[in-house]
């Protein structure tokens, strides 16, 4: 099971803490990993720029729950 999955299914739990580590970790090896030619590089910034939405949602429910 992938780190994004592992994510998935921590929220769908209503888990913020966990999906929020393992939405992190899943950006943290994009930027590292992900690397290359200009195809690599778009493809990197759009799975950042998807996943950014959703860890700021997940923050913000996080932080309102307490």
Do not use: C, I, T
């Amino acid at each position: 099971m992938s780190v994004f999955d592992r994510a998935v299914d921590a929220a769908r739990a209503g888990r913020e803490a966990p999906a929020l580590g393992y939405l992190q970790q899943f950006l943290d090896r994009v930027r590292n990993q992900v690397k290359g030619d200009a195809a690599d590089v778009a493809a990197r910034e759009a799975l950042v720029a998807a996943a950014q939405p959703v860890l700021r949602g997940l923050r913000a429910l996080d932080v309102s729950e307490g």
